[in-house]
């Protein structure tokens, strides 16, 4: 077996996310994304993810990559996802969607995608194991893996039972590493525990780390003004050992140019910089959050059927992050992607509000997210 450069190098790679790409009228920008294309290839970085679920995305992969440079020259990652389907057979049907959308006839790193415990069962009723290790076989996967986002202890059991798993994406960055429910660290440690090379997603939570805005940024700022705010989230996440890859979802040129100069010359934060972003941190647990427990009981009683525990949840991280386009995009491809119930359609009717046991504001909330994101 061809190892690949991601899997052994000594320095931590970038890779490239294709989730957040720059768009125009409704579509995926191909003419900017080519030219972001040119330059992460022009700084030696040659990874690129996708995914079947990813709206569009393994298609533009396939325009503005793989229609343009020889197969040689870049490493495509895509993921297999299971939780929508019905017959072990669709397995194979969707691999070779993918591979038709890609316009390639082989996938360098295929992962089942989104490993958590509702998905857990069908992945070994249905095989799924067997069936990436029969694509590698076969020549159709160089390598293959899962992305992961369960417990620590689940992932234990996973990486004890399929031990011919080459490497796993895990959720890591300097916000979640000690969350109880995400357990980035915890699950940091049992992939090392196993040997597995990490390949790092959400460095920057989505992108809410690398805004200006918030205060946790403008202290970072003052430590060192030459460097960006995402640069931080970076370099924690890049000089974990074991961490062979950290993947950004870029949405343009300028996110490019800047996460090269972070990994061309790569560097693990200091002691002193370490210490920052522990303060950063308090700072960002500190900010009053409006106290949703996301029981739902609102939800029943909505005339518009808006979702507002998840509403609720992205106005939190504006108070928190002040990233307005990170949220307006999770708004337009998270929550209505999922409900449809636009947050603008409240008619201020308030019967949501007769039935919130932490007697929050709801109605004034939605509006003042619907101006905010406008």
């Given at each position: 077996?061809?190892?690949?450069?991601?899997?052994?190098?000594?320095?931590?790679?970038?890779?490239?996310?294709?989730?957040?790409?720059?768009?125009?009228?409704?579509?995926?920008?191909?003419?900017?994304?080519?030219?972001?294309v040119d330059?992460?290839l022009?700084?030696g970085?040659t990874f690129?993810?996708?995914?079947?679920?990813?709206?569009?995305?393994?298609e533009?992969?396939?325009?503005?990559?793989?229609k343009?440079?020889?197969?040689s020259?870049?490493?495509?990652?895509t993921?297999?996802?299971?939780?929508?389907?019905?017959?072990?057979?669709?397995?194979?049907?969707?691999?070779?969607?993918?591979?038709?959308?890609?316009?390639?006839?082989?996938?360098?790193?295929?992962?089942?995608?989104?490993?958590?415990?509702?998905?857990?069962?069908?992945?070994?009723?249905?095989d799924?194991?067997?069936?990436?290790?029969?694509l590698?076989?076969?020549?159709?996967?160089?390598?293959?893996?899962?992305?992961?986002?369960g417990?620590?202890?689940?992932?234990?059991d996973?990486?004890?039972?399929?031990?011919?798993?080459?490497?796993?994406?895990?959720?890591?960055?300097?916000?979640?590493w000690?969350?109880?429910?995400?357990?980035?660290?915890?699950?940091?440690?049992?992939?090392?525990?196993?040997?597995?090379?990490?390949?790092?997603?959400?460095?920057?939570?989505?992108?809410?780390?690398?805004?200006n805005?918030?205060?946790?940024?403008?202290?970072?700022?003052?430590?060192?003004?030459?460097?960006?705010?995402?640069?931080?989230a970076?370099?924690?996440?890049?000089?974990?050992?074991?961490?062979?890859?950290?993947?950004?979802?870029?949405?343009?040129?300028?996110?490019?140019?800047?996460?090269?100069r972070?990994?061309?010359?790569?560097?693990?934060?200091?002691?002193?910089?370490?210490?920052m972003?522990?303060d950063?941190?308090?700072?960002?647990?500190?900010?009053?959050?409006?106290?949703?427990?996301?029981?739902?009981?609102?939800?029943?009683?909505c005339?518009?059927?808006?979702?507002?525990?998840?509403?609720?949840?992205?106005?939190?991280?504006?108070?928190?992050?002040?990233?307005?386009?990170v949220?307006?995009?999770?708004?337009e491809v998270?929550t209505l992607?999922?409900?449809?119930?636009?947050?603008?359609?409240?008619?201020?009717?308030?019967?949501?509000?007769?039935?919130?046991?932490?007697?929050?504001v709801?109605?004034?909330?939605?509006?003042?997210?619907?101006?905010?994101?406008?």
């Amino acid at each position: 077996m061809i190892e690949s450069r991601h899997l052994t190098a000594t320095k931590t790679e970038l890779g490239f996310g294709y989730m957040r790409l720059p768009q125009a009228d409704g579509r995926f920008d191909i003419e900017a994304v080519n030219k972001m294309v040119d330059a992460f290839l022009s700084h030696g970085f040659t990874f690129f993810d996708t995914a079947y679920m990813y709206p569009g995305s393994e298609e533009a992969l396939r325009d503005s990559l793989v229609k343009r440079y020889d197969r040689s020259q870049y490493e495509i990652a895509t993921k297999l996802f299971i939780s929508n389907l019905t017959d072990p057979k669709q397995q194979r049907e969707q691999f070779e969607i993918s591979l038709a959308r890609l316009g390639i006839e082989y996938v360098d790193f295929y992962l089942l995608h989104d490993l958590t415990g509702r998905n857990m069962k069908k992945a070994y009723a249905y095989d799924t194991w067997g069936f990436l290790r029969q694509l590698r076989d076969q020549g159709l996967v160089k390598h293959i893996g899962f992305s992961f986002h369960g417990t620590a202890d689940e992932l234990d059991d996973v990486l004890q039972r399929q031990p011919e798993m080459e490497f796993v994406y895990l959720q890591i960055n300097y916000l979640d590493w000690d969350d109880s429910k995400i357990q980035s660290r915890l699950c940091y440690e049992v992939a090392r525990k196993h040997g597995k090379p990490i390949f790092v997603m959400e460095p920057t939570k989505g992108g809410l780390l690398a805004g200006n805005e918030s205060e946790s940024a403008r202290l970072l700022k003052q430590a060192n003004a030459d460097a960006s705010v995402a640069s931080w989230a970076f370099r924690y996440v890049g000089g974990l050992e074991g961490v062979k890859l950290v993947l950004s979802g870029m949405g343009a040129i300028s996110q490019i140019e800047d996460n090269a100069r972070t990994f061309a010359s790569f560097r693990p934060l200091s002691i002193e910089e370490q210490r920052m972003v522990d303060d950063a941190v308090a700072i960002i647990k500190s900010i009053k959050r409006i106290p949703c427990t996301k029981c739902g009981y609102c939800v029943p009683h909505c005339p518009q059927e808006i979702w507002i525990p998840q509403i609720i949840d992205d106005y939190n991280e504006l108070l928190i992050h002040r990233v307005v386009e990170v949220l307006k995009f999770k708004y337009e491809v998270t929550t209505l992607g999922a409900k449809g119930a636009k947050m603008e359609n409240c008619t201020k009717c308030r019967l949501c509000e007769e039935h919130c046991p932490q007697s929050i504001v709801i109605s004034d909330i939605l509006q003042t997210m619907t101006e905010q994101i406008r």
